[in-house]
């Protein structure tokens, strides 16, 4: 269980990273006009919040202190 907690914090500290970087982003189609049966859609890019980012980073770093800290007993 400790090693699935480190590996799993390390993802998301990674991901977290990533994001508050700027590196993340995805797409987001709006449809612009619809007359009948024909529409006109405009595709455009928006970044992933920086908080999100920011919150994978704390909950990675609190999961990777967390399983290290299982293993040790006093």
Do not use: C, F, Q
């Not at 400790?2 to 990273?17: F, H, K, P, S």
């Not at 049966?37 to 919040?49: C, F, G, K, Q, R």
């Amino acid at each position: 269980m400790r090693i699935v907690l480190i590996v799993i914090g390390v993802i998301l500290l990674a991901l977290g990273i990533w994001v508050t970087v700027g590196a993340a982003s995805y797409s987001d189609t709006d449809t612009v006009v619809k007359v009948g049966s024909a529409e006109l859609n405009a595709t455009h890019d928006e970044a992933v919040p920086k908080w999100l980012g920011i919150a994978g980073i704390v909950v990675g770093g609190l999961l990777v202190v967390g399983g290290a800290a299982t293993g040790r007993k006093s």
